[in-house]
């Protein structure tokens, strides 16, 4: 199959894989955010893993994991969306008329980093949430924020810190994003072409 009869596979589908992708590695995200913010160097890997299951149980390793999910829907969703949109508008626009042919990679990383900054953007709320969810169970029990699931930490957030809140740090997730989409999509497009 000649590349311009190849079928080509729906953005949406990139959405999906980091959702299900999530499901299977948030259990080290969790351990990470906790490790991170540790006071004192405490606890290893493997020390804090045992630490959360003995003193929260099991699935406490999977504490946010719907802020999780959200933020891929929101954050990953969206990249995959605008990289392959625009792309797809820039090559018809290039291509009218003529036989196809491949974009510069330059383009490629113009529309990546595009992508990767709204896609922090869209996803910073689902960030702040997860992060919060999973790093609650190491506040005092009387500061805990015990948010039931991403949608009730989102509404009690706006509610008691204003809508601006939801945006904070969206602008290292934006700057993160540009980074991560530029190699992931640009270099792996660049790569197969």
């Given at each position: ?31 990470k955010v906790q490790l991170q913010t ?73 529309i990546a980093g595009m992508s990767g ?13 997860n992060v919060r969810m999973q790093n ?58």
């Amino acid at each position: 199959m000649t590349k311009s009869n190849q079928k080509k596979d729906p953005w949406y589908l990139g959405g999906i894989a980091s959702i299900g992708a999530v499901l299977i590695t948030h259990p080290l995200d969790t351990i990470k955010v906790q490790l991170q913010t540790q006071q004192h160097a405490r606890f290893g890997f493997f020390g804090m893993t045992v630490n959360i299951v003995k003193n929260n149980g099991f699935f406490a390793l999977y504490n946010g994991i719907s802020a999780a999910v959200l933020r891929q829907a929101t954050y990953s969703t969206t990249r995959f969306a605008c990289y392959e949109i625009v792309k797809d508008i820039v090559n018809n626009r290039s291509n009218s008329g003529s036989k196809p042919k491949d974009m510069p990679f330059y383009q490629k990383i113009l529309i990546a980093g595009m992508s990767g900054a709204i896609g922090g953007i869209v996803g910073a709320p689902a960030d702040l949430t997860n992060v919060r969810m999973q790093n609650d169970s190491k506040l005092p029990i009387d500061q805990r924020r015990n948010y039931k699931h991403c949608f009730e930490a989102l509404f009690r957030i706006t509610r008691t810190e204003g809508f601006n809140r939801l945006f904070a740090g969206a602008s290292m997730a934006s700057s993160r994003g540009m980074l991560v989409t530029v190699g992931q999509l640009a270099f792996y497009d660049e790569i197969k072409s």
